[in-house]
């Protein structure tokens, strides 16, 4: 049974940092990435990483701050989140596919998503 499991989230500063990771079980996927979704608004996109690691990309809003990496031997993606501001206030999510894509609908698997709460 595929599962994606996230942990991580929490309640912080603006300023702070926090480090999400998830776990795949099952296999090893193509494409891993990271979405996030407000209250009142559309999942969106926030990085991406390729099998090997060696390509990453992410939204122009988490640039500098944030940063994609993954362990294949351990079946972990993370994001580490850096100077965190306010309104990066949102659900987390891991994403599974095999294809890398800024579009959710290409991803088949999904987490159960881990709240990220940043207060100015």
């Known amino acids: 049974q595929v599962q994606l499991v996230e942990s991580g989230g929490g309640s912080v500063q603006a300023g702070d940092s926090l480090r999400l990771s998830c776990i795949a079980s099952?296999?090893?996927?193509?494409?891993m990435g990271w979405f996030r979704q407000a209250p009142g608004k559309e999942r969106e996109f926030v990085a991406i990483i390729n099998w090997s690691g060696g390509t990453t990309y992410s939204t122009d809003s988490v640039k500098g701050r944030f940063t994609i990496s993954r362990d294949n031997a351990k079946n972990t993606v993370y994001l580490q989140m850096n100077s965190l501001k306010p309104e990066d206030t949102a659900v987390y999510y891991c994403?599974?596919?095999?294809?890398?894509?800024?579009?959710?609908?290409?991803?088949?698997?999904w987490g159960q998503g881990t709240q990220v709460t940043v207060s100015s």
């Open positions: 099952g296999r090893t996927y193509i494409a």
């Open positions: 994403a599974a596919g095999s294809l890398s894509a800024t579009n959710p609908q290409a991803y088949a698997y």
